[in-house]
């Protein structure tokens, strides 16, 4: 087993990853930034586009308006604060580190060339990686992270497997938790394949509870034609056109004709159940053939004109898709989580949008939360090493470790189930019966469903390096599905993104209240606590 030594590990190199480690750079700390794959690729930060802040026509009060309006009660209002306030300092920062941002609508985009055809996030993305290869932050991509070290209760580090198979051991003095959410944990979403929770599951197995998992947000218009990559379709040109099969318009049915881009702002969930539900009767088709020339040269639709696919000639098969989690690890003003040692950004963290998220929330979280996470980080040490608690016996942990690494490699004999199968399996169960719209029978057939996929996941054995790797995904897919069908069944009302088509309405006498998911030997316990004073 290799040992690493550092003050400080980031997990993930999304927005909040990077940004976190930069900060807790500037403490003169010796930072390790991980990530599952090469930094910056494979997050859903390389997708992103735009940033809500406050700006010369968007005020901070009306930034706090749009997302107290979209968390309906929910909103964790002393993170709200903060978003807002320190929204616009957060986007100078990105200034600072190369990225060029120019203020548009109700916050900033980055300038770039009308003509540009690269995702603004993948440029992002790139010129942080520039910055951080020019700091004394040491990188290992490649590094998937399967436990986080607590001892004392205090987190010490974390453990994982190299890309390579080779088990790791980071021993540090402060973790920061930006894994990014958990889309791809169902069949339609538009998030990177691997973008499965881990963070999640790290937080339960450490002991912490998560908090509002049951609300998933959709994007509804999402690329559905197989064989082409689930891309968000954005934009929203003049003679856009939603079919169902017979040719007839879905948008007029729905009292939304020409008016498509609206819908997507404002009305994006009654949006997206609808769609899912007309997808239940037959397919859905998005129709660009009456767009002009002109829009077809500028993002997002110079995009899709590059592809071969007959775009422009053509109704394309679209669907609603999983696009965020606003539920997730519970923080304080600083990004400091209930465990000492352990900080969270990002996606992973809930608390800012509550019961539903505004468009263009996520990355200006990511970029708050990432910088006072990263501070804060460095403070804690500070402080620590002026009253430094009781250290464990290395060798004790090293030797606790390489058993651990034993028990995941360890082969058993049985049925053998393809790992590739079962996720497939897992992700249509949890939107088919998790997904937009939700009922109580619908729920328990996939409790029941799940129950029977867990026990063909456990009897999956690592034969080869990549069913390490998979026999991990499925297990925290599976409580995290488990949990958002459990917190579902106890939520009996419609909130934000959450729908029930049994209890349509909002029931704020009932359930105006947080949902709080816990992992007590081995299983999920789901209650409900009063929404915290902000
Ligand atoms: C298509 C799309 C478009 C979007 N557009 C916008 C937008 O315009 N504006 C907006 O505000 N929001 C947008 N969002 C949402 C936003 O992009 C995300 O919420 C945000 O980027 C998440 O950033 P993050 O840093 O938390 O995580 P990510 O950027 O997702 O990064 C997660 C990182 O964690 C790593 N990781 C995960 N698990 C492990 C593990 N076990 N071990 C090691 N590393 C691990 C991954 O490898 C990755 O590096 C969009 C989302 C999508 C999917």
Redesign the pocket.
Known sequence: MEEIFTDILV????????LSALEAEKSGLNILL????A??????????????AANSRFSREDHFRVTMEAGKGLNQLNLVKVLVEKGPEAINRLNDYGIPMVERGMGYVMNRPEDSFQM??VLWMKRLHERLKTSSIKLLPG????DLVVEEGQVLGAF?FFRDGKPYLVRSKAVIL????A?AIYQR????K???G??YT?ALQAGLPLVDLEFVQC?PLVLAEPRLSS??L?GHPKGERLLNEKGEDLAEALGIAGNIHHAVMAERDRLSIFLYEAAQRGDVYYDLTGVSEEAWNRFPLNFLKKSKFPFRERPFLISPAV??FMGGVEIDEKGMTALPGLFA????VWGVHGAN?H????????AVF?ILAGQSAGEYLRQRQVSQGPLVNPEVLSRRWERKTKAYLRKKRGVFDQPRDLLKELRSLAWKHAGPAREESSLKEGLDALAVLEKRIQRVYPATRSDLFRKRDLESAALLIKSILKGSLLRKESRGSFYRKDYPDKDDQNYLKNTCYRLEKGDIEVTHRPIPKG
């Open positions: 997990i993930g190199s999304g927005l909040a990853g990077i991980v990530s599952k794959f930094i910056g690729m494979g997050t859903n930060t390389s997708m992103a586009s735009t940033f809500t603004p996030g590094l998937t992270i399967f994982g930006a894994t990014g959410g889309g979403n538009d998030n990177q691997s973008i499965l881990d963070g790290l994007y891309v968000i954005l696009h965020f950004a990002g996606e992973v998220r468009g263009g929330n996520a990355v200006t979280e990511c990432g």
